[in-house]
């Protein structure tokens, strides 16, 4: 199998009903983009087969590739195994792209609360009253638990919920992308037989061999 990813895409062939076509073959041939490759479900529960690994700042899927199997064009592994399709969206952003997007999305609201959440709350003998990090209402309370007759809430001296700005918020959601699961190296041969079964055609009426089928337009 192909190290490079387009390569592996088997070709689709569409019925050509173009009159002044140049060529004037019965099929103009493509590569079939309805396919992509996908992981196993039992390799991707499987431990044994994955790392995990932090994306450092400014690091692109051809980076860790190469950092972690010496070649740059198997980005696509990378971007599989963490199961990441839309790498503009799903690739977390350089500390200055992240800005400028914020600025961009939020202009003048930038900093403006995007939501509220709890701090964690204990009581006296530290047991966990209430959690931290719970998304809530501005407004939302509960007893003092050393005091119940008195009640908790934003404007408390110790604050119950604390809001969190948009670029907080943002912030965060690009930071939770850092962490992903990444092949190792020993279980590459492996994983590039499943992906050439995965990225073949079976038998059917539109089967010409593993790599190629013939579709027809519609008219």
């Not at 992509?36 to 994955?50: G, N, P, Q, Y």
């Not at 690994?53 to 692109?60: A, L, P, S, V």
């Not at 992240?98 to 009581?123: I, Q």
């Amino acid at each position: 199998m192909s190290k490079h990813y387009f390569q592996n895409i088997p070709n689709i062939g569409y019925k050509n009903n173009l009159t002044t076509s140049v060529d004037r073959q019965n099929y103009i041939y493509a590569k079939n983009l309805f396919l992509r490759a996908k992981v196993r479900d039992d390799v991707s529960k499987e431990i044994t087969f994955l790392n995990s690994y932090n994306i450092r700042e400014g690091k692109r899927p051809q980076d860790i590739a190469d950092e972690l199997y010496g070649d740059p064009t198997l980005d696509w592994i990378v971007l599989t195994v963490a199961n990441i399709i839309n790498v503009r969206d799903e690739w977390p952003m350089t500390g200055k792209v992240l800005y400028d997007y914020c600025a961009t999305k939020y202009g003048n609201e930038l900093n403006d609360t995007a939501f509220y959440e709890t701090k964690e709350v204990r009581d006296n003998q530290n047991r966990l009253i209430l959690p931290g990090g719970k998304v809530v209402d501005s407004n939302f309370t509960i007893p003092d638990p050393d005091n119940p007759q008195i009640t908790l809430s934003l404007g408390s001296s110790e604050p119950l919920v604390i809001g969190i700005s948009n670029f907080l918020a943002e912030t965060r959601n690009n930071e939770k992308k850092r962490n992903i699961k990444v092949m190792r190296e020993e279980y590459l041969t492996m994983f590039l037989m499943d992906m050439r079964e995965t990225l073949t055609y079976t038998k059917s009426s539109q089967f010409e061999s593993r790599f190629l089928k013939n579709a027809h337009n519609p008219t």
